[in-house]
């Protein structure tokens, strides 16, 4: 598989440093050690692996994932254990400095809900939640990201939201400012594990499943083109760019979760390519 190889070579650093058979357990980990990153890597095949004593998954050829909280703690501890070997590591994390940013104009009804629509949020919010929690074995998140619409970044991961005035929960995705009906495509394999239209503060609302419980969520969609149960493949086309759910004007937010944790997607995807209009 090109991908790992490609991974591999870009771990001789981590590889080349470890020297006694319990630290060859590690044998790669890409990614930064950075609040919201997110890392990919490969252990000896059949090892067990614990990020700060929580047993992760660990794919046929040894693949991981891991993610970090926006607000993970300073040390994480990465544990690869085989038989009678055990190997492990305490990395530091970095800190982020989050934003404060104040959004005006959204629908006033979006920022102080009524009894119905909370409670209605409250049962979506469930229905998210489940559709986070699928267990799916593959190892489709070791392909190399893409953004899955290109154009300008008008909001970031992590940074601290008012809304109309009103101190409301950080912001957990990338927003990409395009008109309405501008194409979004699949940033790389996956499930489709929830497709709806209407959702109170998200609006069209598409999570895809990239295996090893690393989702993406894609957030006030106009229209969406893929339905719950379909494989897709990277680059495919899912929905379109709109400014449904709580929204000031049309973009696309794109999140990423690995298990209870929010990640930062575009730990993944590197700096926004050129676009044209
Ligand atoms: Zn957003």
């Not at 008008?154 to 409301?168: C, H, I």
């Not at 699949?186 to 999570?207: C, K, M, Q």
């Not at 049309?250 to 050129?274: A, F, I, K, S, Y």
């Amino acid at each position: 598989m090109t991908a790992m190889r490609l991974l591999i070579a870009t771990c001789l650093v981590v590889s080349a440093s470890v020297s006694n058979a319990s630290e060859d357990l590690l044998l790669a980990l890409k990614g930064e050690w950075i609040q919201g990153g997110i890392l990919r890597g490969q252990v000896v095949p059949g090892s067990e692996v614990r990020v700060n004593d929580e047993a992760i998954d660990v794919g046929p050829q040894g693949e991981i994932v891991l993610g970090l909280g926006r607000d993970e703690p300073e040390t994480v501890l990465l544990n690869v254990r085989k038989g009678e070997q055990s190997w492990s590591k305490r990395y530091p994390v970095a800190r982020k400095d989050y934003k404060i940013q104040r959004v005006e104009g959204v629908p006033q009804q979006t920022v102080t809900p009524s009894a119905a629509q909370r409670e209605r949020s409250r049962k979506e919010a469930e229905k998210v939640w489940l559709a986070r929690q699928t267990q799916r074995a593959t190892t489709d998140y070791m392909q190399e990201f893409q953004w899955p619409v290109l154009g300008p970044i008008s909001g970031v991961y992590g940074s601290q939201r008012f809304y109309n005035g009103e101190p409301r929960r950080p912001h957990y995705g990338v927003d990409v400012a395009r008109p309405t009906g501008t194409k979004v495509v699949a940033p790389a394999a996956g499930l489709v594990t929830l497709a709806e239209p209407d959702l109170f503060y998200s609006g069209g609302t598409l999570i895809i499943d990239h295996g090893h419980r690393l989702t993406s969520t894609f957030l006030h969609l106009s229209k969406l083109h893929v339905a719950v149960g379909q494989a897709v493949e990277q680059g495919d086309l899912i929905g379109e760019v709109g400014a449904s759910g709580r929204a000031t004007g049309p973009h696309l937010d794109w999140r990423m979760n690995w298990r209870d944790r929010r990640v930062d997607p575009t730990t993944l995807v590197g700096p926004m390519p050129e676009w044209q209009e």
